[in-house]
């Protein structure tokens, strides 16, 4: 057997597949859902927050719902990011004051873009 982890859009799975013979039908993945690694909090080593905002997944922000200076709770919506016809919230990894806000509402972003920072 070996064991695997992947990254699915942000959501982490362990799985664990069987080494097959060759013969007969393959093996079917055993998989466990392992708990959600946080992938927008991260420290920054420098810049204008101490805790950088990431975007999950590529797309196209649709609207801004913080501003900067503003007081915010974890789990509090920074902005709506739309990707494959769906809107996603990117959400506030931790309580904090947003220091700044790097995209406007229509711009396309990459995975792992900085799309805010907070203090």
């Known amino acids: 057997m070996k064991n695997y982890t992947i990254t699915v859009n942000g959501t982490v799975y362990d799985v664990t597949v069987e080494e097959g013979s060759?013969?007969?039908?393959?093996?079917?993945?055993?998989?466990?859902?392992?708990?959600?690694?946080?992938?927008?909090?991260?420290?920054?080593?420098?810049?204008?927050?101490?805790v950088k905002v990431n975007a999950p997944m590529p797309g196209k922000i649709l609207s801004v719902k913080a501003?900067?200076?503003?007081?915010?709770?974890?789990?509090?919506v920074l902005m709506i990011l739309e990707a494959m016809k769906m809107?996603?919230?990117?959400?506030?990894?931790?309580?904090?004051?947003v220091a700044s806000i790097d995209v406007a509402a229509g711009d396309s972003v990459e995975a792992g873009a900085v799309l805010a920072t907070l203090n």
């Open 87 to 97: 809107e996603n919230e990117v959400v506030a990894p931790e309580d904090g004051t």
């Open 67 to 76: 501003s900067a200076g503003q007081a915010v709770k974890k789990g509090e």
């Open 22 to 50: 060759g013969s007969g039908a393959p093996a079917a993945p055993v998989e466990k859902k392992a708990a959600p690694k946080a992938p927008v909090a991260k420290k920054a080593a420098g810049g204008q927050g101490s």
